[in-house]
């Protein structure tokens, strides 16, 4: 399986990118630092799907930033990409390792103690601890975990993780302290004025608390 960097890793949300093309947005983020990108697209048709995964993968192979696909295995199949997202509801993590191959890239979400537990019987390569904190990107999740959670999660895992939920400039920092490997944001990229700026200063923060 291809190497991967989970540090700063962008979640899409078209609705939130303030009316510019979402390959604009995420392109200029690539630019500011970001290592993963995940197209979450959970209103879209199959097609327009499809088209928007093969944009952002032709953008993102320059960068050499692997692109994950939300939920929909399909899609992920269909553009060949670097990987899935699922959770916990989602498609069973051992049929999307038998369809995907060895060599894709799968995260799942995990949303309790127990969620990470039972991750640990699986050979994911990162778990997605989920929601961090309260968010309005995302209103289908489980109470939030806190930066306890975070460090409770964490020190139980065996994958390499990765936070998700409210996450912004003013609290990066804490995710990474607790034991995150990386934190991963939708609107602190998504809405921001300068999405290559907003990327470059959670990319700050995150490699100066991982060196404390």
Known sequence: ??????????????????????????????RGGVTMVQLREKDASTLDFYNLAMKLKSILKSYNVPLIINDRLDIALA???????IGQSDMPYSVARKLLGKDKIIGLSVESIQDAIDANNLDVDYIGISPVFGTQTKTDTAPALGLEGIGEITRISGHPSVGIGGINLTNAQDIIQAGADGISVVSAIMSAPDPQQSARQLKEIINKSKNR
């Open 1 to 30: 399986m291809a190497a991967f960097d989970l540090s700063l890793y962008l979640v899409t949300d078209r609705s939130l990118s303030l009316g510019r093309p979402l390959e604009t947005v995420v392109e200029e983020a690539v």
């Open 79 to 85: 553009c060949d990409a670097g990987g899935l997202h």
